[in-house]
């Protein structure tokens, strides 16, 4: 387990970034799954985009219709999954911009 300290924007006004609600955060990695990534590429990412959807993880992962946080997170998130993929030898089948591309249409249907 980690905690982790972090904010919230205010439900009334999320463009003002002033505004924020400090939390605590507990991470429990002994709730992770591994996902087959044999499988085919739309199952795999629908898997991941319900994980990313559910629970508690709208938590860690801005709402996409925060423009500038979600820049800056979906920008991380290319690099660093763009990096596992080429490192796992699965780039001609997994592309980390196609799936973000995915996940916020995906999103816009469960976020408020």
């Known amino acids: 387990m980690e905690f982790v300290l972090g904010t919230t924007l205010a439900q009334d006004d999320r463009d003002d970034l002033q505004q924020r609600?400090?939390?605590?955060?507990?991470?429990?990695?002994?709730?992770?799954?591994?996902?087959?990534?044999?499988?085919?590429?739309?199952?795999?990412?629908?898997?991941?985009?319900?994980?990313?959807?559910?629970?508690?993880?709208?938590?860690?992962?801005?709402?996409?219709?925060?423009?500038?946080?979600?820049?800056?997170?979906?920008g991380a998130y290319i690099e660093a999954a763009q990096s596992i993929i080429q490192h796992k030898g699965l780039d001609t089948k997994f592309?980390?911009?196609?799936?973000?591309q995915e996940y916020e249409?995906?999103?816009e249907d469960f976020l408020v």
């Not at 592309?95 to 973000?100: D, G, H, N, V, Y």
């Open 21 to 74: 609600t400090t939390r605590l955060f507990l991470l429990d990695f002994g709730q992770c799954e591994l996902v087959d990534l044999s499988g085919e590429t739309n199952e795999v990412y629908q898997a991941f985009k319900g994980a990313m959807i559910t629970g508690d993880n709208q938590c860690f992962i801005p709402n996409v219709r925060n423009t500038q946080l979600w820049w800056h997170f979906s």
């Open 95 to 100: 592309s980390a911009s196609e799936f973000l």
């Open 105 to 107: 249409e995906y999103a």
